[in-house]
């Protein structure tokens, strides 16, 4: 599986933002598609994931009510809607896809290349 996030870039706080990942060469498997990321210093952690052509959706708490992710079934990708965006949201956000509905890093077996994502104080 291919994939390839984009929309990152520089806001300030309060602000929204949309990061959008496109998937390629997917079977006929169920896949989560999750967002992933990563501070300078720390490991990369879960953000948000939704099963592909499916319903169900997790989140990490510190994004819960802020955050939404969401899919479309026809283009096979992801989106991230990012709404009261904080300082500390600043990172690199990675899309990823896995055969497992989980939010663990070690679950994913698919990553793109990331999208920074900067919010000024």
């Known amino acids: 599986v291919q994939l390839q996030a984009s929309g990152g870039g520089l806001v300030q706080a309060g602000g929204s933002l949309i990061l959008s990942c496109a998937a390629s060469g997917l079977t006929r498997d169920t896949y989560t598609l999750g967002w992933f990321r990563r501070t300078p210093g720390k490991e990369r952690e879960f953000v948000a994931a939704m099963v592909l052509r499916g319903v169900s959706t997790m989140y990490a708490d510190g994004v819960k009510g802020r955050f939404r992710i969401s899919t479309n079934n026809a283009k096979d990708a992801v989106y991230l809607q990012m709404n009261s965006l904080r300082p500390e949201d600043t990172a690199v956000y990675f899309c990823?896809?896995?055969?497992?509905?989980?939010?663990?890093?070690?679950?994913?077996?698919?990553w793109g290349q990331g999208t920074l994502v900067t919010v000024s104080s």
């Open positions: 990823a896809a896995s055969r497992h509905y989980v939010p663990d890093v070690g679950g994913y077996h698919d």
